[in-house]
Nanobody, 132 residues
């Protein structure tokens, strides 16, 4: 059974840090990308960051560049999102997702992350709340 399980969310204050984890089971992430997405109340889901499992190439939304770091541990089939200097506007449910099929080779990480067309596996989400 394919499963993605997020953990590490919580309630923090502005300026604090959190680390989200996304553990995959039932399939291997080796040749695909995994991404972090978030959705705040009343807003559309947005792509936060993605990482390619093979070479570690990444994408970051402008709103999190310099504050968030995505990484992966292939031996643990797990991806992470290190979030620092958190702001109230980072408050959202954070979802991890993994590609279930390989995108065309011409697609770069920006496109793979933003289109989510190939993100076939999704976790249930983890709430992150940042108070001012």
């Amino acid at each position: 059974q394919v499963q993605l399980v997020e953990s590490g969310g919580g309630v923090v204050q502005s300026g604090d840090s959190l680390r989200l984890s996304c553990a995959a089971s039932g399939f291997t992430l080796d040749y695909y990308a995994i991404g972090w997405f978030r959705q705040a109340p009343g807003k559309e889901r947005e792509a936060v960051s993605c990482v390619k499992m093979t070479d570690g190439s990444t994408y970051y939304a402008d709103s999190v560049k310099g504050r968030f770091t995505v990484s992966r541990d292939r031996t643990k089939n797990t991806a992470y999102l290190e979030m620092s200097n958190l702001k109230p506007e980072d408050t959202a449910i954070y979802y991890c997702a993994a590609e279930s099929r390989r995108p065309p080779s011409w697609m770069n990480m920006d496109e793979r992350c933003k289109t989510v067309e190939y993100m076939g596996y999704w976790g249930k989400g983890s709430q992150v709340t940042v108070s001012s």
